[in-house]
Nanobody
């Protein structure tokens, strides 16, 4: 089993910054994509940013230019640097990975973290 541990959430003033971390532990052959999603109360979970093993990134339009996703492949850890936080950003932020459990796996393995709360005060 693969276990994801997120950290770094908290309360910050509008315009401030937070850095989220997601560490994957357990037995997994490769993690192809690491991503961050968020879910605000009463809303559906939405994609924030993803990063491939090779470093290719993608972002939701709402966070482009403010958030930066990165990863350390040696540590199986992803980061989300969030700058210029806005009142629209508060949510529970979830880490997601997509990869292969073994070298002979034929299907992708998909796992989610437990989520970390981000709160922005105006």
């Amino acid at each position: 089993q693969v276990h994801l541990v997120e950290s770094g959430g908290g309360l910050v003033q509008a315009g401030g910054s937070l850095r989220l971390s997601c560490a994957a532990s357990g037995s997994i052959f490769s993690i192809n994509v690491m991503g961050w999603y968020r879910q605000a109360p009463g809303k559906q979970r939405e994609l924030v940013a993803t990063i491939t093993k090779g470093g290719a990134t993608s972002y939701a339009d709402s966070v482009k230019g403010r958030f930066t996703i990165s990863r350390d492949n040696a540590k199986n850890t992803a980061y989300l640097q969030m700058n210029s936080l806005e009142p629209e950003d508060p949510a529970v932020y979830y880490c997601n990975i997509v990869g292969r459990l073994t070298s002979w796996s034929l299907v992708d393995y998909d796992a989610w973290g437990q989520g970390t709360q981000v709160t922005v005060s105006s």
